[in-house]
């Protein structure tokens, strides 16, 4: 079993850059894929970002390729979100969450069995 936790959320402005962590303790953190949520007011929750055990496969969600960078250290046991050009779109209480299953399969939020709390990301217009 994995625990989570999320830091580095806050209110900024849009145009603001700003980046998530995510610090993982418990079993081996390199045996997981992991991966960003959001979930925004009113809606679902939603992948935004994912990455496979040693980093080197990423993939993101269409409205943030290009602007948010998602990365890991297993040395620190710690997955990273990059976020640059923040808009108030992107407004949203963001998880990090990790899986044992394939990385090609672990595309949905069924697919993930450990979470963090969350941190809450403001972006003011």
């Known amino acids: 079993q994995v625990q989570l936790a999320e830091s580095g959320g806050g209110l900024v402005q849009a145009g603001d850059s700003l980046r998530l962590s995510c610090a993982a303790s418990?079993?081996?953190?390199?045996?997981?894929?992991m991966a960003w949520f959001r979930r925004a007011p009113g809606k679902e929750r939603d992948i935004v970002a994912r990455i496979n055990q040693s980093g080197s496969l990423t993939n993101y969600a269409a409205s943030v390729k290009g602007r948010f960078t998602i990365s890991r250290d297993n040395a620190k046991n710690t997955v990273y979100l990059q976020r640059n050009s923040l808009s108030p779109e992107h407004t949203a209480v963001y998880y990090c969450?990790?899986?044992?299953?394939?990385?090609?399969?672990?595309?949905?939020?069924?697919?993930?069995?450990?979470w963090g709390q969350g941190t809450q990301v403001t972006v003011s217009a």
């Open positions: 969450a990790s899986t044992t299953r394939g990385y090609y399969s672990a595309y949905q939020e069924a697919s993930y069995a450990y």
């Open positions: 418990g079993r081996t953190f390199g045996d997981y894929n």
